[in-house]
Every structure is written in C-alpha cells, then in structure tokens.
C-alpha cells in the first residue's frame, strides 16, 4: 500500500536525467520482493503441512483448506 508513495517520494530526489534508471531499479525491486513474497508464503505454507503425510487424501484437504481460508478445522 505504500510503495507507490515511496517511489515518488524517491523519484523526488534523482535528477531528471536518472529518471528512468530510478524507475527501473523501483520496477526491479518490485518484482524481487514479490517474488520473495511468494517463496515465504510458500515456506510457511510447507511448514504448516509438515505433519500431513505427502500424497494422501488429508494432504490434499489441507492445501485445499489452507487456500480458501477454511477456519471451520481449527
């Protein structure tokens, strides 16, 4: 929610000539945190299925329970 305003506020203070180089370190950065993002999303998701035998019924209906939020098991 707040990277579009620290990317202007960083905008802010390169000279006009490095705009698009600012810009494209932001886009990168960007790109690098989200998929960092997923990779701990995905951590923390194996994590909590460490109990759950790979490949069985339950594994399924917990990675399915755990995508759409179902609290009805906890």
Do not use: W
């Amino acid at each position: 929610m707040c990277f579009a305003n620290t990317m202007t506020s960083g905008m802010g203070s390169i000279a006009p000539q490095f705009k698009p180089d600012g810009n494209a370190v932001f886009s990168t950065f960007q790109q690098l945190v989200g998929a960092v993002g997923t990779t701990v999303m995905s951590v923390f998701l194996g994590v909590a299925q460490t109990g759950t035998k790979s490949g069985t019924a339950e594994f399924a209906k917990v990675t399915i329970s755990g995508a759409i939020g179902d609290t009805r098991r906890c």
